[in-house]
């Protein structure tokens, strides 16, 4: 066993480029002449080869799972993404004023309609103009809290309103016609009462048209 | 990454984001392996087989690859589907090449064909024999740390030890040789 084993170190140091030239040179020749030393060699090779590729498994694996999660992350970023619209859309809606879509009234619709005649209200607050004829507005003012109950957004009343999840409600006032200071504390403490729950993330933001209302553009200016 | 750019990265330490990479090309063998009687882990043990040898290929001085690196993959795992086919004594027609497959695969799919066999054996072997194995081979670690990593007495153990374990696995490499070249032997189809 001796002689086998050196002769494997010498075959192994051979192939390790570790022999020196006349070694080398003499090993070379004994191979020429001898099969079963060609053979180990051969052989010897062949396993120094097998080793690399094994010791290339591990990298080879670990990009094949980097590989496999690559494919699923655009999915998953997709989903995140689409995720985080469907939450934030309607708070961005609501802070630019405009209409979410499917709703049966726009949410800062004004309508203006005269009632007919009346006993002549209190002069302060009538419109002078129209003598007495009552007009009457109808803001459907910003929307507030809607949560996700079982899977579905729901509007929910302010009992209802218990925190995170939550998104906006409507809130629907009609504010009589008046003076400007009038009309504004109307639309406060609507707008109060819509915000009184800290927990409400949206918080109402006076639409364009509400604005104009409120500075007499749509509205005979009351003096 | 371009192809040049994926050789270069393989060269280099920085491999992992062009294997990643690389395994864009896994689909399309993934496909010829199952509309030939394949599974989808038989297709990526062959991809995988093929990433091997482009790896070694890579870091081998002055290799130069005459086609895309995808045609390279994938003419490797053809050809090695179809022996497999023929292994398992089914009859195969040639699986469709791609147009611009190198045409001097034959040497290098006998040389895989050997050191495939050759990390077989080794890994049938027991964890103590690979270990030391690898300690010799791969971390390049002296006989006398292995003999004092492992617990033996001094490096003349150590060298024993590996003797025996080489010894071991060249037989269990003639083996296996042997076996392949017996089933080549028979009658295909």
């Known amino acids: 066993m001796r002689n086998e084993l050196d002769r494997m170190e010498l075959a192994d140091r051979y192939l390790n480029g570790s022999l020196n030239a006349s070694d080398r040179a003499a090993f070379e020749e004994r191979m020429l002449t001898n099969p079963e030393l060609r053979q180990l060699v051969d052989d010897l090779r062949d396993l120094r080869t097998g080793m690399q590729r094994l010791a290339l498994r591990p990298a080879v694996d670990k990009a094949y799972r980097s590989y496999e999660w690559g494919k699923w992350l655009p999915g998953i970023g997709g989903a995140v993404i689409v995720t985080a619209l469907i939450l934030i859309i309607p708070a961005l809606l609501q802070r630019t004023g405009q209409q979410l879509p499917n709703r049966s009234l726009p949410l800062d619709s004004i ?19 129209q003598g007495n004829v009552e007009r009457r507005t109808t803001v459907h003012t910003d929307t507030v809290v809607m949560m996700m109950r079982n899977g579905r957004l729901v509007p929910v009343t302010e009992q209802d309103t218990t925190g995170k999840d939550q998104l906006r409600v409507v809130k629907q006032a009609t504010i009589t016609a008046g003076s ?12 109060r009462s819509a915000v009184t729950d800290q927990r409400i993330i949206a918080k109402p933001v006076p639409p364009d048209s509400l604005r104009k209302l409120l500075e007499g553009e749509d509205f005979p200016r009351i003096e | 990454m ?11 330490c920085a491999t992992h984001k062009a294997l990643v990479k690389l395994y864009g090309h896994l689909p399309k063998v993934e496909r010829m392996v199952r509309n030939n009687g394949g599974t989808r882990a038989d297709a990526k043990d062959l991809f995988q087989d093929a990433l091997i040898i482009l790896l070694g290929k890579a870091k081998e001085d002055g290799f130069t690859l005459n086609c895309a690196i995808g045609t390279y993959l994938y003419a490797i795992c053809r050809n090695k589907w179809m022996e497999e086919l023929r292994r398992r004594g089914r009859f195969t027609q040639e699986l469709t090449a791609m147009p611009d497959e190198p045409g001097d695969l034959a040497q290098l799919l006998a040389d895989e064909g050997r050191s ?12 103590k024999c690979l270990d030391l194995l690898k300690r010799f081979y791969l971390l390049k670690e002296s006989l006398q740390q292995i003999a004092s990593a492992i617990g033996l007495a001094g490096e003349g153990a150590a060298k024993t030890r590996k003797y025996k374990c080489l010894e071991e696995a060249r037989r269990r490499y003639r083996e296996l040789l042997a076996r392949d070249a017996s089933s080549n032997l028979q009658p295909q189809g």
């Not at chain 1, 203006?112 to 419109?127: F, I, K, M, Q, Y």
């Not at chain 2, 495939?116 to 964890?127: F, K, M, N, Q, V």
């Open chain 2, 2 to 12: 371009t192809d040049p750019e994926i050789l270069s990265h393989l060269r280099s």
């Open chain 1, 111 to 129: 309508a203006t309609e005269d009632v007919g005649e009346g006993p002549a209200p209190d002069t302060s607050l009538s419109e002078p103009a």
């Open chain 1, 180 to 191: 400007k200071e009038e009309m504004q504390r109307q639309l406060d403490s609507v707008r």
């Open chain 2, 116 to 127: 495939a066999s050759a990390e077989r054996a080794l890994r049938s072997l027991g964890d």
